[in-house]
């Protein structure tokens, strides 16, 4: 069985960075496209970054410039790279994966979920 732990979440600045990580545990990680989401009160959860299994990576409009996707195979686990943080960045991060090359930025479009992690910028 597949398990997505989510890790780095915390309180930072207005211009901070924060770095997240998803261990991934259960499967061949080399077979499943990764992808980040969050969700804030009230919101849907949207999409962030997302990477394939070429290595390919795509961002939403709003992180672009800011947040990097990037995985170590080695470690079985990809990162978010956040900087230049801003009070709207705030929301539960959620990694999520499935088992294909490439996929679109949708909720939907990912079978495995992490339980999340707060993310909280202040201003």
């Known amino acids: 069985q597949v398990h997505l732990v989510e890790s780095g979440g915390g309180l930072v600045q207005a211009g901070g960075s924060l770095r997240l990580s998803c261990a991934v545990s259960?499967?061949?990680?080399?077979?499943?496209?990764m992808g980040w989401f969050r969700q804030a009160p009230g919101k849907e959860r949207e999409f962030v970054a997302s990477l394939n299994r070429g290595g390919f990576t795509s961002y939403a409009d709003s992180v672009k410039g800011r947040f990097t996707i990037s995985k170590d195979n080695a470690k079985n686990t990809v990162y978010l790279q956040m900087i230049s943080l801003k009070p709207e960045d705030t929301a539960v991060y959620y990694c999520?994966?499935?088992?294909?090359?490439?996929?679109?930025?949708?909720?939907?479009?990912?079978?495995?979920w992490g339980q999340g992690t707060q993310v909280t910028v202040s201003s």
């Open positions: 259960g499967g061949a990680f080399s077979s499943y496209a």
């Open positions: 999520a994966a499935v088992r294909a090359f490439s996929i679109p930025p949708t909720p939907q479009a990912y079978d495995l």
